[in-house]
């Protein structure tokens, strides 16, 4: 296990603000992505981060933003928040042998 | 986009009764992953296949892949308890982007 941590684990936001998810490993990953997954679903590719720069992006819309560290740690930010913003947010690590992804616990967020 | 159907999307089985998913793609796949989500947990990755017709065992678990590597199953023989969760097929673009395309899942009920 990479011992990927994710903060915070439980998060309630209201409509139109901005939030912020953090991600970080204990060993240095220099590629982290991050996903979205609604209730029900499969996670959805948001973006990619490598060497601090963004790496490949899904459909998802520009307020939408992440950030990379140089310790590796990242970030992800979602402004003007909507009710459908609402799901469990992962951030992953590439494993060094295939292309899988090791996941972090998560960050449940509500939108009311 | 390279999208991943997956069938079927829920399945309650016995304790000791077999399980399958089904994974498939109308385009050909370059390679196709696993990951199992344990309910409140996150996507843990169980193995990736990437040649044509590949079949690959963990335990009481058996993977294949398709000879025209457009469709893969998840096979569980004697299900147990301890299998219960939802299921996901991914597909890789084939770079090394590491972006991950996940079916919606297939989640599985035992009932001891």
């Known amino acids: 296990e990479t011992g990927v941590t994710q903060s915070p684990t439980h998060l309630i936001k209201t409509r139109g603000q901005q939030v912020t998810l953090r991600c970080s490993s204990q060993?240095?990953?220099?590629?982290v992505s991050w996903y979205q997954q609604a209730l029900g679903q499969g996670p959805q590719f948001i973006f990619q981060?490598?060497?601090?720069?963004?790496?490949g992006r899904g459909n998802f819309p520009p307020r939408f933003s992440g950030l990379q560290f140089p310790n590796y740690s990242s970030e992800l930010n979602v402004n003007a928040l909507e009710l459908d913003d609402s799901a469990l947010y992962l951030c992953a690590l590439k494993g060094t042998s295939h292309n899988e992804q090791f996941f972090g616990p998560g960050t449940r967020l509500t939108v009311l | 986009g390279q999208q991943v159907m997956q069938i079927p999307q829920y399945q309650h089985v016995q304790e000791g009764e077999d399980f399958t998913t089904y994974c498939n793609s109308s385009t050909t796949l370059s390679n196709i992953q696993w990951y199992k989500q344990r309910p409140g947990g996150h996507p843990v990755f169980l193995i990736q296949l990437v040649k044509s017709g590949e079949v690959k065992k963990q335990k009481r678990l058996t993977f294949q892949f398709g000879e025209a590597k457009k469709n893969s199953s998840l096979h569980i023989t004697a299900t147990q308890t301890t299998d219960v969760g939802t299921y996901f097929c991914?597909?890789?673009?084939?770079?090394?982007?590491?972006?991950?395309?996940f079916g919606r899942g297939t989640q599985l009920t035992v009932w001891p």
């Open positions: 991914a597909a890789d673009r084939g770079s090394t982007l590491g972006r991950l395309y």
């Open positions: 981060y490598y060497r601090e720069e963004e790496n």
């Open positions: 060993s240095g990953h220099n590629t």
